[in-house]
């Protein structure tokens, strides 16, 4: 066999893997019945938090399955099934529910997991191709797999199987965040580092208040606007009225372009730039960003109630990471 035919083979069992599995998440998708949405409404009016749970690589799962629920609105924490009968039990609470990942239902380490929710009326989700498993009998919702070969060609490393869960799992977060209502500001509050923090940034997360902000009323003159200016440091001023409400804004641009013999002996009002661009609090930053660029400027006041609430500044974007 040559080289290349051996690339060949190597191509041929690639694809083959990939394609047992997807047949397992769509045959995981065609069987999707009423059991699901039972566990999705117990797991959504959940007082206490959820308990996922599995031994070996179905315990590799659990423990994905509980930081995705966390990350998207629902509480949830990891239990090693092993550790539960030493002391661990007691970190699951009468106001918990249970989710449960075993592919044959039978895994011995799951028996004080389950009996102790029996003991206590904890309600147990569990995920299984056995049906008839003790798994599924304690369960208050069972959810069964199909019952598919693994992808692996020795028919006994999970895989199909894991790949399943994993996507039921992430079925299962996906559709509580939807039905909680669960905001892309919730989310940012959870991930606050990373790419996808940066990009659920707002407006309000890296804007200047308070006294930071550049502003002058209609007639400040001159020399006062350009002192605000340098102070500030942001290469810009607003122009507020007596009320307080945002009436335009004074750039470095500005500036040159009224430079004449007589410029310092203008007002603010004189040579600011009537209703200028603004955003409000929740405008993501990468949209503010992304409007800088398109119009050309630095900085782009917030306003609340037509008046001043914040200012951003281009290198406010670029400090956060975003592009």
Do not use: W
Not at 94 to 101: E, T
Not at 260 to 269: I, R, S, T, Y
């Amino acid at each position: 066999m040559t080289s290349e035919d051996k690339h060949l083979d190597i191509l041929t069992e690639g694809r083959r893997v990939l394609l047992t599995e997807a047949r397992g998440l769509t045959e995981l998708a065609a069987g999707l019945g009423p059991d699901f949405a039972r566990a999705v409404e117990l797991l959504r009016f959940l007082d206490g938090r959820v308990a996922v749970t599995g031994m070996g690589k179905s315990g590799h799962v659990a423990r994905k399955v509980a930081a995705t629920l966390s990350s998207t609105g629902t509480l949830a924490y990891f239990i090693h099934p092993a550790e539960a009968g030493h002391g661990d039990l007691g970190m699951i609470s009468p106001r918990d529910a249970v989710l449960a990942f075993s592919n044959s239902g039978a895994t011995e380490e799951l028996v004080n997991i389950l009996v102790f929710c029996a003991r206590h009326q904890i309600p147990v989700i569990g995920v299984t191709k056995n049906r008839a498993s003790f798994l599924a009998t304690q369960s208050r919702v069972a959810l069964e797999l199909p019952d598919l070969p693994e992808a692996c060609p020795l028919g006994s490393a999970p895989t199909t199987s894991t790949t399943m869960m994993m996507a039921l799992g992430d079925a299962l977060a996906l559709c509580l965040l939807e039905a909680k209502g669960f905001t892309a500001d919730r989310f940012h509050q959870y991930h606050p580092g990373g790419s996808l923090g940066r990009k659920l940034l707002l407006a309000r997360d890296i804007m200047h208040t308070g006294e930071s902000m550049p502003l002058v009323d209609p007639g400040r003159s001159m020399p006062e606007v350009l002192y605000t200016m340098t102070a500030r440091s942001l290469g810009c001023a607003g122009v507020i009225d007596l009320e307080g409400r945002l009436i335009g804004m004074i750039t470095d641009g500005d500036l040159r372009r009224h430079m004449e013999p007589d410029f310092l002996k203008l007002a603010a009002g004189d040579i600011m730039t009537a209703g200028p661009v603004t955003i409000d609090p929740d405008t993501l930053a990468a949209q503010a960003l992304g409007l800088m660029q398109s119009k050309a400027i630095t900085a782009v006041f917030v306003v609340e109630n037509n008046r001043p609430a914040g200012l951003v500044h281009i290198h406010d974007c670029l400090r956060a990471g975003l592009e």
